[in-house]
C-alpha cells in the first residue's frame, strides 16, 4: 500500500518540520534585520524548509510508481500463470 505523503500543514505538526520551520524563521528574521538582505533570508528559507519537503514529496511519488509497478507485474503474473488454461483456471 503506498504512503500517503503529508501537506505542508501536516508536515509543520511534526518535530522535524516544527524545527526546521522554526529555524528557517529565525535564518529569515536574522537576514532582515541584521544583514539586511532579504534574498538570503529567503534562500535560506528555500534550502531549509522548501527543499526537504519537496525531496519527501518526491520520495512519496517515487513510492507510489514503485507500489503500482509491483502490483501491475503481480496481475500479469497471476494472468500469465500455468494453471490458467483457455481464460479458466484447472
Same mark, same amino acid.
Not at 505523503?5 to 508536515?11: E, H, K, Q, R, V
Not at 532579504?38 to 518526491?58: E, T
Given at each position: 500500500?503506498a504512503?500517503?505523503?503529508?501537506?505542508p500543514?501536516?508536515?509543520?505538526?511534526?518535530?522535524?518540520?516544527?524545527?526546521?520551520?522554526?529555524?528557517?524563521?529565525?535564518?529569515?528574521?536574522?537576514?532582515?534585520?541584521?544583514?539586511?538582505?532579504?534574498?538570503?533570508?529567503l534562500?535560506?528559507?528555500?534550502?531549509?524548509?522548501?527543499?526537504?519537503?519537496?525531496?519527501?514529496?518526491?520520495?512519496?511519488?517515487?513510492?507510489?510508481?514503485?507500489?503500482?509497478?509491483?502490483?501491475? &507485474? &503481480?496481475?500479469?503474473?497471476?494472468?500469465?500463470?500455468?494453471?490458467?488454461?483457455?481464460?479458466?483456471?484447472?
Amino acid at each position: 500500500m503506498a504512503h500517503d505523503p503529508l501537506s505542508p500543514s501536516g508536515a509543520l505538526t511534526t518535530p522535524i518540520g516544527a524545527t526546521l520551520g522554526a529555524v528557517s524563521l529565525l535564518a529569515l528574521a536574522y537576514s532582515v534585520v541584521v544583514v539586511a538582505q532579504i534574498l538570503l533570508g529567503l534562500v535560506a528559507v528555500a534550502v531549509l524548509s522548501i527543499g526537504p519537503y519537496l525531496g519527501y514529496r518526491l520520495f512519496a511519488a517515487l513510492d507510489a510508481v514503485a507500489d503500482a509497478a509491483q502490483r501491475i &507485474a &503481480a496481475a500479469r503474473e497471476r494472468e500469465s500463470s500455468p494453471e490458467r488454461v483457455g481464460g479458466r483456471e484447472r
